[in-house]
């Protein structure tokens, strides 16, 4: 018994991860609207036909390239918060691991927090759906701390709100702060009102 | 032959195609927008448009860049006129929401609609919002302790209130702009002055015509 031959569907999703992994950066550096097709063709070194076999057009590649992304910051927040039951701890832990990402990786960034913006209604929706999720995480932190519910109620959606709009404008720039200056910077402006300075001073500094 | 003249910012503002071009843009998104229908709705013709404009791309950035610019002198001065932070921000907050409610359009167009036409549209709408987060900074000076205020405080906070009515411009939902005002200001203040300060911007009353817009 030796290796199997992979099955038609199974070549395709080889080959579909393979061209994903490859026009990532070229959505990243040129911009969903300045992308063609064209580019995605030589950068992904496949043929016309092939590649609408495996997309329907420029968006759902986008959209794949997207999707890749946003499930591969999803697992490594979940790898690095593994095991964690502290809602502080977790919290702390998974914005980390996020911006670690992000930083590691700017195209992968470029494509969630701004290309996305300007890629269609389906990509906006998913973009949106992700910052929903991550105000719904933020207020779970209001249950173990009493204090925190005398924060607005709007406290949760400006302060995702703030985050996206600033990881934007980093990635727009020409400086980029490390990923040590963003976590520490943003986890005190989204973290320290629910779990309190000292909490969070025994978070950074563990 | 020479370029066609460019109209002053200002003055295109008063003229049919800054509101037919924002409209049509709103309607069909950018990329289904047509200079044909811009001329439609302003009652011009194409000669008119041709002679004045290089074509859809010029004319949009010719009217971002006009709204733009009143946008900041109106809120630029609004916040010149209060002597202390966070009044001066305050003031700026509530010109902000006043331009806001008398351009939906215009706001539409600055916070989502543009985010579809090219990288240089955006930078110049970005420009503004780095603009607006310098005078959440001016509190860096009333800050008790300045140098413990990270350089991205204003930006989150210029953020919390620009993703905020994306998000909900986008989905086709009004924003009410008057009546966040106050979590605004909470928001801005609180990394520079605290928290006790940042309350008492919650408790605050709108101005007269905000409280009934």
């Known amino acids: 018994m030796g290796e199997r ?42 043929g016309v036909g092939n590649f609408y076999s495996l997309f ?40 980390a691991a996020m911006l670690e990402y992000f930083c590691a990786d700017p195209s992968a960034a470029r494509i969630v927090m701004v290309e996305a913006q300007c890629a269609g209604s389906e990509a906006t929706a998913r973009y949106n759906a992700i910052l929903d999720r991550a105000v719904a995480w933020l207020s779970d932190g209001r249950q173990g701390h009493p204090e925190a519910a005398e924060l607005p109620p709007s406290f949760e959606q400006a302060s995702v709100s703030g985050l996206a709009f600033y990881l934007q404008q980093c990635l727009l720039a020409a400086r980029r702060p490390s990923a040590a200056e963003l976590i520490s910077e943003t986890s005190g ?4 009102p629910i779990i309190g300075s000292d909490r969070l001073g025994r978070l950074t500094h563990r | 032959m020479s ?31 047509s200079v044909g229908e811009f001329v439609r709705r302003a009652g011009m013709t194409r000669t008119e448009f041709d002679a004045r404009f290089s074509g859809k791309r010029e004319v949009t950035a010719l009217i971002l860049e006009a709204h733009l610019d009143r946008f900041q002198e109106r809120v630029g001065r609004a916040y010149a006129i209060a002597d202390d932070w966070p009044d001066n921000l305050r003031a700026a907050a509530y010109e902000t929401a006043r331009c806001i409610l008398e351009n939906p ?23 503004f919002f780095v603009w607006g987060a310098e005078l959440i900074d001016g509190g860096r000076a009333a800050a008790p302790d300045p140098a413990a205020i990270p350089d991205s405080a204003s930006l989150l906070a210029i953020g919390a209130i620009v993703e905020t009515i994306r998000r909900r411009r986008a989905a086709g939902v009004e924003h009410d702009v008057a009546r966040n005002l106050p979590k605004f200001m909470y928001t801005a203040v609180r990394p520079y002055l605290g928290e006790e300060a940042a309350r008492a911007e919650l408790t605050i009353e709108l101005p007269p015509d905000l409280r009934s817009s």
């Open chain 2, 105 to 127: 359009d215009a706001t539409w167009f600055l916070m989502v609609g543009v985010l579809e036409v090219d990288d240089m549209l955006r930078a110049r709408r970005d420009q």
């Open chain 1, 189 to 192: 402006l989204l973290l320290e």
């Open chain 1, 56 to 95: 329907d057009g420029k968006e759902d590649c986008f959209l794949a390239c997207f999707d890749r992304v946003s499930v591969e910051a999803q697992e490594r927040i979940e790898s690095a918060t593994e095991g964690v039951t502290d809602w502080d701890r977790r919290a702390y832990l998974g914005l």
């Open chain 1, 5 to 46: 031959a992979m099955t038609r569907a199974e070549l395709a999703s080889h080959q579909r991860d393979r061209v994903i992994a490859k026009v990532t950066p070229v959505f990243a550096k040129r911009g969903y609207l300045a992308t063609t097709v064209d580019d995605l063709l030589a950068t992904g070194k496949i």
């Open chain 2, 3 to 33: 370029p066609p003249a460019r109209p002053k910012a200002e003055s295109l503002l008063a003229e049919p195609i800054a509101d037919a071009v924002l409209a049509t843009i709103h309607e069909y998104g950018y990329a289904e927008a």
